[in-house]
């Protein structure tokens, strides 16, 4: 199973909306409605930001937002803050089996 | 509340034997999946399997498979992840994380394996 597909990294100003991609094929992001995102703060461990494409759990920000279109889903964080600058994953479930996948993973630099 | 407590931080040698552990507390422990996930220094994340500690049925990934073991003991709600042999390649963070429907929505803090002669 290969990884979900991320760009590197994504910079933006303070204040700005950025788009992190993730790009996976028909049997895991285009399958299921299985999509999550995770932040994941330098020596920290991940912490879940989206469920299901489109859902945020009890106490993230309503500034982060999924969403999904076909074979790809997308993490928008908007009015881009400091603490926002992390590393993001996409994950999604493999249809047919129970296993998942991770995506590359996303640098965000606030400039 | 919920939680995963992973154990400490681990130093080995090559071709020495290990096993860590994820004890999750405030949750029915046994009807959750818990996956472990590797993280090279510097890398991202890697999805290695998958154990449903109340029936222990596990799934690996590929990657992983006969490469590591995956075990679990539901009376005392803790996960395993062990290997017979380490490889220098083995360091590492390794992650526990907890299932909730098709989404991980708990973590552990991590456990820091070193392999180095």
């Known amino acids: 199973q290969s990884a979900l597909t991320q760009p590197a990294s994504v910079s933006g100003s303070p204040g700005q909306s950025i788009t992190i991609s993730c790009t996976g094929t028909?049997?895991?992001?285009?399958?299921?409605?299985?999509v999550s995102w995770f932040q994941q703060h330098a020596g920290k461990a991940p912490e879940l930001l989206i469920f299901?494409?489109?859902f945020r759990p009890s106490g993230v920000s309503d500034r982060f937002s999924g969403s999904r279109s076909g074979n790809t889903a997308s993490l928008t964080i908007s009015g881009l803050q400091a603490e926002d600058e992390a590393d993001y994953y996409c994950?999604?479930?493999?249809?047919?089996?129970?296993?998942?996948?991770f995506g590359t993973g996303t640098k965000v630099t606030v400039l | 509340e919920v939680q995963l407590v992973q154990s400490g931080a681990e130093v080995k040698k090559p071709g020495e034997s290990l096993k860590i552990s994820c004890k999750g507390s405030g949750y029915s422990f046994s009807n959750y999946w818990i996956a472990w996930v590797r993280q090279m220094p510097g890398k991202g994340l890697e999805f290695m399997g998958i154990?449903?500690?109340?029936?222990?049925?596990?799934v690996y990934s590929p990657s992983f498979q006969g490469q590591v073991t995956i075990s679990a003991d539901k009376s005392i709600s803790i996960a395993y992840l062990q290997w017979s042999s380490l490889k220098a390649s083995d360091t590492a963070m390794y992650y526990c994380a907890r299932r909730y429907g098709r989404n991980f929505d708990f973590w552990g803090r991590g456990t820091l394996v070193t392999v180095s002669s």
């Open positions: 299901d494409v489109v």
């Open positions: 028909s049997s895991d992001v285009g399958g299921y409605h299985a």
């Open positions: 154990i449903y500690p109340d029936d222990s049925n596990i």
């Open positions: 994950s999604s479930y493999i249809a047919s089996s129970t296993l998942s996948v």
